[in-house]
């Protein structure tokens, strides 16, 4: 009898174990932050890819990723940068002026007066 007592009650609290587990909680995963500042890649209406990384500037072409431009760039308030560039092409320097009108959206001037925009890509 007592083995039989025994066994009714682990199977019990198997049942009552089973019942009261549940499967680990999914670990909440953070969304990536928003962008800020000029960090990362930008597109223009042309497909030319330019890159701003630790005071870094490159300008690339999408389809052999030929380096077109190179420079430094520093932030002259949170929403304005200058871009100091060589024009691997065209083999001149120039500066650039870049308002960050939004997250996603830069508006540049050149020294020489051209305006352009760029387009961050994601």
Request: hydrophobic share 40%.
């Amino acid at each position: 009898m007592k083995i039989r007592t025994l066994v009714a009650i682990v199977g019990a609290a198997a049942a009552l174990t089973a019942c009261t587990m549940s499967s680990p909680r999914p670990v909440p995963v953070a969304a990536n932050p928003a962008p800020s500042g000029v960090e990362g890649s930008w597109a223009d209406p042309n497909g030319i890819i330019s890159t701003f990384q630790a005071g870094t500037f490159t300008t690339r072409t999408t389809d052999s990723n030929q380096l077109l431009a190179s420079g430094t760039y520093v932030n002259t308030s949170p929403s304005l940068v200058e871009i100091n560039m060589t024009s691997l092409v065209r083999k001149t320097q120039s500066k650039v002026n870049c308002a960050l009108v939004t997250q996603s959206q830069l508006n540049c001037t050149s020294d020489a007066g051209s305006q352009f925009t760029l387009t961050r890509r994601m």
